[in-house]
Protein backbone atom coordinates (compact mmCIF):
# COMPACT_ATOMS: atom_id res chain seq x y z
CA UNK A 1 0.00 0.00 0.00
CA UNK A 2 1.56 2.94 -1.10
CA UNK A 3 1.24 5.76 1.09
CA UNK A 4 -0.38 8.98 0.83
CA UNK A 5 1.84 12.00 -0.53
CA UNK A 6 0.49 15.61 1.75
CA UNK A 7 -1.65 17.68 -0.20
CA UNK A 8 1.06 20.36 -2.19
CA UNK A 9 1.41 23.80 0.04
CA UNK A 10 -0.71 26.82 -1.31
CA UNK A 11 1.76 28.96 -3.99
CA UNK A 12 -1.23 31.75 -3.51
CA UNK A 13 0.33 34.93 -1.74
CA UNK A 14 -1.55 35.64 1.51
CA UNK A 15 -2.91 39.32 1.57
CA UNK A 16 -4.07 41.17 4.52
CA UNK A 17 -7.38 42.76 4.70
CA UNK A 18 -5.57 46.14 5.55
CA UNK A 19 -2.70 48.15 3.93
CA UNK A 20 -0.85 51.09 4.53
CA UNK A 21 -2.39 54.11 1.90
CA UNK A 22 -2.39 57.61 0.97
CA UNK A 23 -5.54 59.44 1.91
CA UNK A 24 -6.68 62.49 1.06
CA UNK A 25 -9.89 63.90 2.67
CA UNK A 26 -9.77 67.43 0.94
CA UNK A 27 -8.83 69.10 -2.02
CA UNK A 28 -5.52 71.46 -1.67
CA UNK A 29 -2.34 72.63 -3.86
CA UNK A 30 -0.08 72.01 -0.48
CA UNK A 31 0.60 67.81 -0.16
CA UNK A 32 1.43 68.21 2.93
CA UNK A 33 -1.55 69.25 4.11
CA UNK A 34 -3.74 67.14 2.72
CA UNK A 35 -2.36 63.70 2.43
CA UNK A 36 -1.87 61.13 5.09
CA UNK A 37 -0.67 57.77 5.31
CA UNK A 38 -3.16 55.26 7.08
CA UNK A 39 -4.56 52.06 7.07
CA UNK A 40 -7.29 51.03 4.61
CA UNK A 41 -9.08 48.12 3.85
CA UNK A 42 -7.10 46.18 1.00
CA UNK A 43 -9.81 46.30 -2.37
CA UNK A 44 -11.04 43.12 -3.68
CA UNK A 45 -11.45 42.30 -7.27
CA UNK A 46 -14.05 42.77 -9.73
CA UNK A 47 -14.58 40.08 -12.12
CA UNK A 48 -12.31 42.02 -14.75
CA UNK A 49 -9.75 43.27 -12.58
CA UNK A 50 -6.33 41.59 -10.85
CA UNK A 51 -5.11 42.28 -7.60
CA UNK A 52 -1.57 43.68 -7.33
CA UNK A 53 1.17 43.95 -5.45
CA UNK A 54 2.35 47.18 -5.46
CA UNK A 55 6.45 47.47 -5.59
CA UNK A 56 6.28 51.38 -7.11
CA UNK A 57 3.97 54.28 -8.73
CA UNK A 58 5.08 57.37 -10.37
CA UNK A 59 4.47 60.55 -9.99
CA UNK A 60 2.88 63.15 -13.04
CA UNK A 61 1.20 66.43 -12.80
CA UNK A 62 -2.06 64.94 -13.13
CA UNK A 63 -1.12 63.33 -9.40
CA UNK A 64 -1.19 66.90 -8.41
CA UNK A 65 -4.15 67.96 -10.53
CA UNK A 66 -6.14 65.31 -9.01
CA UNK A 67 -5.00 66.59 -5.36
CA UNK A 68 -5.36 70.46 -5.67
CA UNK A 69 -8.74 70.06 -8.16
CA UNK A 70 -7.80 72.70 -10.06
CA UNK A 71 -8.75 73.47 -12.37
CA UNK A 72 -12.24 73.71 -11.27
CA UNK A 73 -13.03 72.42 -14.38
CA UNK A 74 -11.79 69.09 -13.19
CA UNK A 75 -14.51 69.12 -10.14
CA UNK A 76 -17.77 69.55 -13.03
CA UNK A 77 -16.35 66.78 -14.64
CA UNK A 78 -16.90 64.23 -12.12
CA UNK A 79 -13.55 64.32 -9.72
CA UNK A 80 -16.04 66.05 -6.79
CA UNK A 81 -17.58 69.34 -6.41
CA UNK A 82 -16.27 69.82 -2.62
CA UNK A 83 -13.53 67.07 -2.04
CA UNK A 84 -12.26 64.61 -4.09
CA UNK A 85 -14.11 61.58 -4.98
CA UNK A 86 -10.99 59.54 -5.26
CA UNK A 87 -9.40 59.28 -2.01
CA UNK A 88 -5.91 58.98 -3.32
CA UNK A 89 -4.17 60.22 -6.34
CA UNK A 90 -1.83 58.23 -7.68
CA UNK A 91 -2.26 56.22 -10.94
CA UNK A 92 0.06 54.67 -12.15
CA UNK A 93 2.32 51.24 -10.86
CA UNK A 94 4.71 48.29 -11.28
CA UNK A 95 4.13 45.34 -9.13
CA UNK A 96 3.68 41.65 -8.80
CA UNK A 97 -0.16 39.91 -9.56
CA UNK A 98 -1.46 38.31 -6.48
CA UNK A 99 -5.27 37.61 -6.83
CA UNK A 100 -7.56 37.34 -10.63
CA UNK A 101 -11.06 37.88 -11.41
CA UNK A 102 -13.09 35.28 -12.36
CA UNK A 103 -13.05 36.76 -16.13
CA UNK A 104 -9.65 37.08 -16.31
CA UNK A 105 -7.20 34.55 -18.34
CA UNK A 106 -4.63 36.58 -19.36
CA UNK A 107 -2.69 37.20 -16.43
CA UNK A 108 -2.00 35.10 -13.55
CA UNK A 109 -1.00 35.32 -9.86
CA UNK A 110 2.92 35.81 -9.96
CA UNK A 111 3.20 37.86 -13.33
CA UNK A 112 4.85 41.09 -12.35
CA UNK A 113 2.89 43.99 -14.65
CA UNK A 114 2.73 47.77 -14.91
CA UNK A 115 -0.14 49.92 -15.66
CA UNK A 116 -3.02 52.37 -14.62
CA UNK A 117 -5.25 52.37 -12.15
CA UNK A 118 -7.27 54.39 -9.35
CA UNK A 119 -5.08 54.91 -6.13
CA UNK A 120 -1.46 53.44 -6.83
CA UNK A 121 0.34 55.33 -3.63
CA UNK A 122 -1.02 52.11 -1.55
CA UNK A 123 0.28 48.59 -1.05
CA UNK A 124 -1.97 46.47 -3.08
CA UNK A 125 -4.22 47.89 -6.13
CA UNK A 126 -7.17 46.91 -7.76
CA UNK A 127 -6.93 47.22 -11.58
CA UNK A 128 -8.54 46.89 -15.15
CA UNK A 129 -6.82 44.19 -16.61
CA UNK A 130 -7.29 46.24 -19.41
CA UNK A 131 -5.45 49.11 -18.31
CA UNK A 132 -2.75 46.45 -17.29
CA UNK A 133 -0.06 44.80 -19.34
CA UNK A 134 3.15 42.13 -18.65
CA UNK A 135 6.31 44.39 -17.55
CA UNK A 136 9.54 44.84 -19.45
CA UNK A 137 11.97 41.90 -18.46
CA UNK A 138 14.76 44.84 -18.69
CA UNK A 139 13.58 47.09 -16.26
CA UNK A 140 13.24 47.02 -12.18
CA UNK A 141 9.34 48.14 -11.21
CA UNK A 142 10.66 51.49 -10.52
CA UNK A 143 11.61 52.56 -13.54
CA UNK A 144 8.57 50.34 -15.09
CA UNK A 145 6.17 52.78 -12.70
CA UNK A 146 7.84 55.80 -14.76
CA UNK A 147 6.04 54.29 -18.06
CA UNK A 148 2.15 53.84 -18.12
CA UNK A 149 1.04 57.56 -18.19
CA UNK A 150 3.43 59.44 -19.59
CA UNK A 151 4.62 56.87 -21.99
CA UNK A 152 1.15 56.08 -23.60
CA UNK A 153 0.45 59.86 -23.99
CA UNK A 154 3.98 60.48 -25.79
CA UNK A 155 3.06 57.46 -27.93
CA UNK A 156 -0.52 58.52 -28.82
CA UNK A 157 0.94 62.15 -29.40
CA UNK A 158 3.59 61.21 -31.64
CA UNK A 159 1.90 58.40 -33.65
CA UNK A 160 -1.70 58.98 -33.87
CA UNK A 161 -2.08 62.40 -33.39
CA UNK A 162 1.61 63.43 -35.47
CA UNK A 163 1.51 60.90 -37.67
CA UNK A 164 5.78 61.39 -37.39
CA UNK A 165 6.78 60.24 -40.46
CA UNK A 166 10.73 59.27 -41.32
CA UNK A 167 12.66 62.52 -41.92
CA UNK A 168 10.25 64.85 -40.63
CA UNK A 169 11.43 68.12 -38.64
CA UNK A 170 9.98 67.72 -35.24
CA UNK A 171 10.37 70.29 -32.58
CA UNK A 172 9.60 69.24 -29.29
CA UNK A 173 8.35 71.77 -26.15
CA UNK A 174 8.98 70.52 -22.72
CA UNK A 175 11.54 68.06 -23.74
CA UNK A 176 13.09 67.47 -20.16
CA UNK A 177 9.77 66.50 -18.34
CA UNK A 178 8.09 63.17 -17.48
CA UNK A 179 6.36 63.25 -20.91
CA UNK A 180 8.95 65.10 -22.85
CA UNK A 181 11.67 62.44 -22.58
CA UNK A 182 9.48 59.53 -24.28
CA UNK A 183 8.94 62.19 -26.84
CA UNK A 184 11.83 62.55 -27.72
CA UNK A 185 13.05 59.25 -27.85
CA UNK A 186 9.75 58.07 -29.64
CA UNK A 187 10.37 60.37 -32.10
CA UNK A 188 13.57 59.13 -32.83
CA UNK A 189 12.22 55.81 -32.85
CA UNK A 190 10.15 57.21 -35.92
CA UNK A 191 12.91 58.47 -37.92
CA UNK A 192 12.05 61.99 -37.15
CA UNK A 193 14.48 64.67 -36.61
CA UNK A 194 14.48 66.76 -32.67
CA UNK A 195 14.95 69.50 -32.01
CA UNK A 196 14.34 69.71 -28.48
CA UNK A 197 13.59 72.78 -26.26
CA UNK A 198 14.57 72.68 -22.61
CA UNK A 199 15.98 74.96 -20.05
CA UNK A 200 19.90 75.27 -20.18
CA UNK A 201 20.66 72.86 -17.01
CA UNK A 202 18.50 70.25 -18.66
CA UNK A 203 20.40 70.27 -22.40
CA UNK A 204 21.92 67.76 -22.00
CA UNK A 205 19.70 64.98 -20.40
CA UNK A 206 18.15 65.62 -24.20
CA UNK A 207 20.92 65.58 -25.76
CA UNK A 208 21.63 61.89 -24.52
CA UNK A 209 18.09 60.96 -25.06
CA UNK A 210 18.92 61.05 -28.92
CA UNK A 211 17.79 65.03 -29.52
CA UNK A 212 19.77 65.99 -32.97
CA UNK A 213 19.45 70.04 -31.79
CA UNK A 214 18.53 71.57 -28.70
CA UNK A 215 17.06 75.60 -27.91
CA UNK A 216 17.93 76.58 -24.69
CA UNK A 217 14.65 79.04 -23.60
CA UNK A 218 16.12 81.03 -21.23
CA UNK A 219 18.12 82.29 -24.10
CA UNK A 220 16.68 81.66 -27.48
CA UNK A 221 13.07 82.27 -28.79
CA UNK A 222 11.99 79.06 -30.82
CA UNK A 223 8.81 81.28 -31.99
CA UNK A 224 10.60 83.96 -33.74
CA UNK A 225 9.47 82.34 -37.19
CA UNK A 226 13.28 81.96 -38.04
CA UNK A 227 13.05 78.22 -37.84
CA UNK A 228 9.78 75.95 -39.06
CA UNK A 229 9.25 72.53 -38.47
CA UNK A 230 6.73 69.68 -39.73
CA UNK A 231 5.32 69.00 -36.31
CA UNK A 232 5.23 70.49 -33.01
CA UNK A 233 4.91 68.72 -29.83
CA UNK A 234 4.43 71.22 -27.17
CA UNK A 235 3.91 69.54 -23.72
CA UNK A 236 3.49 71.76 -20.52
CA UNK A 237 4.44 74.68 -22.56
CA UNK A 238 1.82 77.94 -21.41
CA UNK A 239 2.64 80.19 -25.15
CA UNK A 240 -0.50 81.59 -26.57
CA UNK A 241 -1.05 79.55 -29.74
CA UNK A 242 -0.37 82.17 -32.34
CA UNK A 243 2.85 82.33 -31.43
CA UNK A 244 3.58 78.81 -30.68
CA UNK A 245 2.05 78.33 -34.60
CA UNK A 246 5.16 80.86 -35.92
CA UNK A 247 7.65 77.63 -35.57
CA UNK A 248 4.93 75.13 -37.50
CA UNK A 249 5.14 74.82 -41.17
CA UNK A 250 2.91 76.20 -43.65
CA UNK A 251 1.38 71.93 -43.73
CA UNK A 252 2.80 71.44 -40.35
CA UNK A 253 0.97 70.11 -37.30
CA UNK A 254 0.94 70.79 -33.76
CA UNK A 255 -0.34 68.68 -31.29
CA UNK A 256 -0.89 70.12 -27.61
CA UNK A 257 0.05 67.18 -25.54
CA UNK A 258 -0.23 69.42 -22.45
CA UNK A 259 -0.17 72.48 -20.54
CA UNK A 260 0.54 74.65 -16.90
CA UNK A 261 -1.25 78.19 -16.62
CA UNK A 262 -2.33 79.56 -13.12
CA UNK A 263 -5.59 79.37 -14.75
CA UNK A 264 -8.20 79.22 -11.57
CA UNK A 265 -11.30 77.75 -13.57
CA UNK A 266 -9.75 76.41 -16.95
CA UNK A 267 -5.94 76.00 -16.44
CA UNK A 268 -4.09 74.53 -19.07
CA UNK A 269 -7.68 73.59 -20.68
CA UNK A 270 -7.80 76.73 -21.79
CA UNK A 271 -5.37 76.42 -24.53
CA UNK A 272 -7.33 73.80 -25.73
CA UNK A 273 -10.34 75.15 -25.62
CA UNK A 274 -8.67 77.67 -28.17
CA UNK A 275 -7.65 74.81 -30.60
CA UNK A 276 -10.24 73.69 -30.68
CA UNK A 277 -12.33 77.08 -31.57
CA UNK A 278 -9.83 78.14 -33.83
CA UNK A 279 -9.03 75.12 -36.03
CA UNK A 280 -11.62 74.84 -38.28
CA UNK A 281 -10.94 78.42 -39.54
CA UNK A 282 -7.10 77.71 -40.26
CA UNK A 283 -5.68 76.67 -43.12
CA UNK A 284 -2.81 74.51 -43.80
CA UNK A 285 -1.86 74.00 -40.25
CA UNK A 286 -3.22 70.70 -38.10
CA UNK A 287 -3.88 71.97 -35.11
CA UNK A 288 -4.78 69.06 -32.36
CA UNK A 289 -5.44 68.65 -28.69
CA UNK A 290 -4.39 65.41 -27.03
CA UNK A 291 -6.85 63.22 -24.92
CA UNK A 292 -4.21 60.11 -23.84
CA UNK A 293 -6.24 57.03 -23.79
CA UNK A 294 -4.63 54.35 -21.09
CA UNK A 295 -4.71 51.03 -22.38
CA UNK A 296 -2.63 47.79 -22.41
CA UNK A 297 -2.55 46.85 -25.94
CA UNK A 298 0.11 50.47 -25.94
CA UNK A 299 1.89 49.21 -23.01
CA UNK A 300 2.42 45.88 -24.81
CA UNK A 301 3.82 48.25 -27.78
CA UNK A 302 6.03 50.03 -25.67
CA UNK A 303 7.23 47.41 -23.44
CA UNK A 304 8.67 45.82 -27.11
CA UNK A 305 10.50 49.43 -28.06
CA UNK A 306 11.83 49.79 -24.32
CA UNK A 307 13.20 45.61 -24.61
CA UNK A 308 14.60 46.21 -27.78
CA UNK A 309 16.53 49.24 -26.28
CA UNK A 310 14.69 51.91 -28.18
CA UNK A 311 12.96 53.42 -25.28
CA UNK A 312 14.59 54.14 -21.46
CA UNK A 313 13.03 55.36 -18.93
CA UNK A 314 14.69 58.55 -17.35
CA UNK A 315 14.23 58.70 -13.80
CA UNK A 316 15.20 61.29 -11.74
CA UNK A 317 14.92 59.45 -7.89
CA UNK A 318 12.11 57.56 -5.78
CA UNK A 319 10.83 58.17 -2.60
CA UNK A 320 9.34 56.12 -0.02
CA UNK A 321 5.33 55.70 0.45
CA UNK A 322 5.69 58.07 3.75
CA UNK A 323 7.04 60.77 1.57
CA UNK A 324 4.57 60.95 -0.85
CA UNK A 325 3.89 64.53 -0.32
CA UNK A 326 7.28 65.13 -0.86
CA UNK A 327 7.70 63.79 -4.19
CA UNK A 328 4.43 65.26 -5.53
CA UNK A 329 6.18 69.22 -4.25
CA UNK A 330 9.55 67.85 -6.18
CA UNK A 331 7.59 67.50 -9.24
CA UNK A 332 4.90 70.92 -9.08
CA UNK A 333 8.57 72.94 -7.70
CA UNK A 334 9.76 72.27 -11.78
CA UNK A 335 13.08 70.87 -10.00
CA UNK A 336 11.99 67.37 -11.71
CA UNK A 337 14.57 65.78 -14.44
CA UNK A 338 12.82 62.71 -15.79
CA UNK A 339 10.46 60.64 -13.56
CA UNK A 340 9.64 60.30 -9.91
CA UNK A 341 8.92 57.34 -8.28
CA UNK A 342 7.65 56.36 -4.97
CA UNK A 343 8.37 53.08 -3.33
CA UNK A 344 6.13 50.96 -1.54
Known sequence: ??????????????????????????????????LSITDVPTPVVGPKQVLVHVAAASVDRGTWHLMAGRPQLMRLMGYGLRRPKARNPGRAFAG????????????????????T???SYAQYVAADVE???????????????GVPVSAVAALQAVRDQAKVQPGQRV?????????????????????GHVTAVASSAKLDLVRELGADDVVDYTKDDFTDGRRTYDVVLDVGGNRPLGQVRRALAPDGTLVIVGGETDGKW?????????????APFIRGQHLRSLVSKENGADLDALRALIEQGKLRVVTERSF???????AIRHLVDGHARGKLVITV
Not at 268 to 278: E, I, K, P, Q, T
Not at 320 to 326: C, T
Open 131 to 145: KVARKPANLTFEQAA
Open 1 to 34: MTALEPPAASTKPTVSPTMRSVVQQAYGSDPGAV
Open 320 to 326: PLDQAAA
Open 171 to 191: LIVGASGGVGTFLVQLVKAFD
Open 117 to 119: CEA
Open 96 to 115: TVVSVGADVDALGVGDEVYG
Open 266 to 278: LGGFARNLRLLAV
